[in-house]
């Protein structure tokens, strides 16, 4: 049996810089098994394989799979997942995509701004939790003197169990040196998926907030842009002072910088209502950088 796959570079509109995914559109049939190890062997950090609905609250089903395990939420794989489908015909960018995930019901929207086509997810209502974490052992294993953490800040935990470490320019963030293997033991051992470091002091004013995140403990030492752990930095941003809403309101840039070159700009849209609950959106280019066919057995 032949699939076809895309290989789609995500926030960036230039190939091979932001972050790749792999995207099979026609994955109804395999089993778990050739999922995982298809996943394994397109070897990016997530690879996005499309299936039908179970209910009629979605025109598609996405999982998401990195090398090593399934998992729950995947922000740059469902923008590259719409990116591909789009190309292909098979949705109307003029239309919402609604997905059923793990993580509920997601939806994709376009949007042209200028030259632009930009997509937009609406991510899930970001749940931020003080993480009980030994912080100056999490700062040696990111490579870190616990020093270089704003400590006037906290260190949180998302519903997606990434942790959010604030740090104090992008000289410290752009220094840190992860000791990967264990690092990822430890986030096994404390329940995390990624780490997030990011800091407010970024390369550029015209950058908001600028970061970078490792996720070892699920076979991703470092992601180059990760859209799912910036719903919730927007508002960790919001909830302490680091950006200020005008009427409800906020659109920021945000700057994934990795230690490789595949440097990702994630632009995120703020919205609090009279109750203050707050409500995201992660958008982002997409481009196709490749395209081919699975052979399975």
Known sequence: MRYHYTIVDAFTPIRFLGNAAGVVRDAEDLPDKTLR???????????????????PDAEIRIRWFTPQVEVKMCGHATLA????????GEWSARA???IETLSGVLAVEAERIGEQQVLWLHMPTPK???????????????????????????IVQTQDQDVIVPVQDFQVLQGARPRFGELGEFCRLNGVRGVCLTTREAVSAAV???????APAVGIDEDPATGSVHGPLAAYAVLHNMVTLTDGEALIECLQTPATARVGVVRVRIHQDRNNN???????????????????D
Not at 37 to 55: D, K, M, R
């Open 208 to 214: 908001t907030l600028q970061s970078r995140f490792f």
């Open 278 to 296: 707050l409500a995201v959106k992660v958008g982002g280019q997409c481009v196709t950088s490749m395209r081919g066919e699975l052979i399975v």
């Open 37 to 55: 190890a298809i996943a394994a062997e397109i070897n990016l950090s997530e690879t996005a394989f499309v299936l039908q609905p179970t209910g």
């Open 128 to 154: 931020l939790v003080r993480k009980a974490i030994d912080p100056t052992r999490l700062a040696e294993l990111c490579g870190l003197d616990f020093k270089q953490i704003v400590r006037a800040l906290p």
């Open 81 to 88: 997942t719409a990116h591909a489908l789009a190309e292909a």
């Open 96 to 98: 919402l995509l609604r």
